[in-house]
């Protein structure tokens, strides 16, 4: 399962995921009741061999053959089946009508040292004593359009086992992220950055990176790759989430593509699917990282500012647009960074902003022309060059040698493209980026250096023949030189491994 909805939570729980497994069984007018209170008890005692005196069971109140099911079939004392009401342990039905019926939980007791001490704690206490991990479901009603409710025809079982919970009760941890599900992601990570994985101050960070590159991993895996949409975009705020934390600690460099040999490690037996594709994962994580973090460090910097010279609770719209325009902060990044300090942004505000900045972007372009670089506005190119240095792109934005916005540029003309893609890595810190070509139907750019705008990466150079204009596609060609440091990479990148192996095992 993939969700996003507890992401907040996410690294500061021990046992909210954003990816998690759920291990289930189900009856489609096959076996009922019974069987299933039977063989849950079987699974966790006999196969499992958990301790039968730690385990509980919780019963929807009016569900008195499940309670007597546990006491009598499986044998529980009546003091560990305990009744809870319709919001813990009633499903359905989906709409106002149809199957609808009374569940039961398994509950794990951690123990009185793991409670809260109120002499009513038990199983549902949100204390952390008792810690549910199976949830059996009974679909056996069929709720009718005045609310009562008939037999259903066809009866059926639905459980959900959350495989990291079960795990960290087998493997005697408290926390998920303990487990060796978590474990090997959380110390690489730890490696990577320099940090005791176990030191207070920056645990809970490494639990939210190791569950991303977990969830990142699996995902990318399955063909979902990151993107302004959907699915896509789900992947990109996990991505920037986690290369945000990353960056608060220390890293500014991509730092999660060398985290998927480690989930793979735990994973790949169980889905051996996740091998082959390794690769492809590491350098579409590589790209999207790349291309966030380049502009996270001048944003965190100027976020910063704004925290501290904040009058009141609410970031402006306007600052919160100026994070987004001039340093590619999204917006919910922003909101997020505001919230953990207790901040919120004024999303209306900056809404208005992003509508008056689309109405004059032009002008502004214009009126800005001189502070170094042409206003790139909104414009972001995908970065592609980690493992191809040509491919066919298109020309979204030009830029004449005083940084103006043109529709074309005609031959002898220096200027700067924007590609929707690019394979041109472009260097910030003034160090010249990538060089080639440029190369349409009517025309051929030189690129002479390639710098950073925002999201967008900016081919500076010079039209050598011809004449270039927006929309048209390009074909766009890193030289050798670009393709020598790549090779580079990858050896040092191969010898890394190599060590890490001799010396970690
Ligand atoms: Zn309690």
Redesign the pocket.
Known sequence: CFRLTDLDNVGRTPRHHTFFEMLGNFSFGDYFKEEAVRWAWELSVEVYGMDPARIHAAVFTEDDEAHRLWREVVGLPAERVVRLGKEDNFWGPAGKTGACGPSSELYWDYGPEH????PG?RPG???D??VEYWNLVFPQFDMQPDGTLAPLANRGIDTGLGTERLVAILQGFTSNYDTDLFRPVIEAAAVIMGRDPDDPAVRHRLWAVADHARALTVALAEGVFPSNTGRGYALRRLLRRAGRLGFELGVEEPFVFRLVEAVNGVLGASYPDLLPRAERTKAALFREEERFLGTLAAGMEVFGGIVKNLSGKVISGRDAFKLYDTFGFPVDLTAVMAEERRLSVDLDGFEAELAAARETSRASARFRADDGGPSVGGLETAFSGYDALELDSRIVALFDAANSPVDALDEGGDGSVVLDETPFYAESGGQVGDTGGLTTDGGLFDVTDTQKAGLAHLHRGRVAKGSLSVGETVRAAVDGTRRRRIQAHHTATHLLHWALRRVLG
């Open positions: 409670g809260c001490g109120r704690c206490c949100d204390c004593r008792f």
